[in-house]
């Protein structure tokens, strides 16, 4: 007796491999663990300094007539505004709104903690900057760390630490902002950073209006677009502005009239400058830098007197490549091969720090 037996497909499922975990590369790594050190080097050597000012003690004592309901003032029923820097004021008075929380230690901890984040902040921008290949060298960390006045001013109370960490996170954003072709809220994120400058404090003001004249260039965007970044910028600054004059009846912190702030002193800004490059040296990492940057700006003339070679848009690394060659400086429209031919044989695409 036969029994028919019905054939059938059989369905072959196929497994798709999954991602395959990779060691990082060692120049990565190695740039990554710089980032790692300086935040470590900063804290360690910032909290064997640590102590507290007198100057730190009157934005204490502001902060605690704003906590038990004084408002933003010295002395309880005088509206005079005695601290120089209202974004630290207000940081201090949102940590020690919580309870239990020692106003003199957190001033300590929190300043601390955003010098040290300030840092690694700092080197990573420096990282990204760069090609992913390329080893980077922490000297100026190291000189900033260096010098005394640094390492005691990372705590003392004072803005110090807001300081850095606004420096370093604004051009951190900006940073990003070049090495990316999709800006999305980054540049929204960057413009607000970027505006709150004078109220960390009010000689930022100079290095917030080059920061944005710096995201203007990088996005060159639209009249609709400018606004709109003009306005976030503008936002919280002239708000608080608004706030100031009508409950102080001033224009400026008081400490600016105290120290007659719009007076020109050409002469002590020299001395001090003077006095700061040639007590500490820095006149020695100043020179080193500027020869450096005229190595690797010849490198770059030099890597342009040949004329761009022909593109090639076969090249599989020719999506996201950076709109010029990190290397040579030519621009980068699909795949420039040989571009960089006296540093790889690579394509320029694939040696960019985008990759």
Not at 18 to 32: D, E, K, M, T
Not at 257 to 275: F, M, S
Not at 294 to 313: I, K, M, N, Q
Not at 324 to 347: F, K, L
Request: glycine share 10%; aromatic share 8%.
């Amino acid at each position: 007796m036969l029994t028919t037996v019905e054939e059938r497909p059989v369905e072959v499922v196929a497994l798709r491999a999954g991602p395959r975990w990779r060691l990082p590369h060692p120049v990565s790594a190695w740039n990554a663990v710089l980032v790692a050190a300086g935040v470590v080097a900063a804290w360690l050597l910032g909290w064997q300094q640590r102590w507290i000012a007198d100057d730190g003690l009157i934005v204490l004592r502001t902060v605690r007539q704003l906590l038990v309901g004084n408002g933003p003032v010295f002395n309880a029923g005088e509206r005079i505004e005695a601290n120089t820097s209202t974004a630290w004021t207000a940081v201090l008075t949102v940590v020690g709104s919580v309870p239990g929380v020692s106003l003199e230690a957190a001033a300590v901890f929190v300043g601390l903690a955003f010098g040290a984040a300030g840092i690694g902040l700092g080197c990573d921008a420096a990282r990204r900057l760069h090609s992913t290949r390329v080893v980077l060298v922490p000297l100026g960390v190291v000189v900033v760390l260096a010098l005394p006045p640094a390492r005691d001013f990372l705590t003392s109370g004072l803005e110090t630490g807001l300081v850095t960490l606004w420096m370093a996170g604004t051009w951190w954003l900006l940073v990003v902002l070049a090495r990316q072709r999709r800006t999305g809220a980054v540049s929204w994120l960057a413009a607000v950073a970027l505006g709150i400058g004078p109220l960390v404090r009010p000689d930022l003001g100079i290095f917030a209006i080059l920061g944005l004249l710096v995201l203007v260039a990088t996005l060159r965007p639209g009249w609709q677009r400018l606004l709109g970044l003009a306005g976030a910028a503008a936002a919280v600054p002239v708000g608080y502005e608004i706030f100031r004059a009508g409950y102080y009846g001033l224009l400026v912190p008081a400490s600016a009239l105290a120290k007659e702030a719009a007076r020109v002193r050409w002469q002590d800004g020299i001395a001090y400058l003077q006095d700061t490059v040639a007590t500490y040296w820095l006149w020695l990492p100043v020179g080193c830098g500027l020869l450096v940057l005229a190595v690797l700006v010849g490198r770059r003339e030099d890597g342009r007197t040949g004329g761009p070679p022909s593109p090639s848009p076969s090249c599989p690394w020719s999506r996201g490549c950076s709109p010029r060659c990190t290397w040579c400086g030519w621009a980068v429209t699909s795949c420039t091969a040989g571009c960089c031919s006296r540093r790889s044989p690579r394509c320029c695409c694939r040696s960019s720090s985008y990759r």
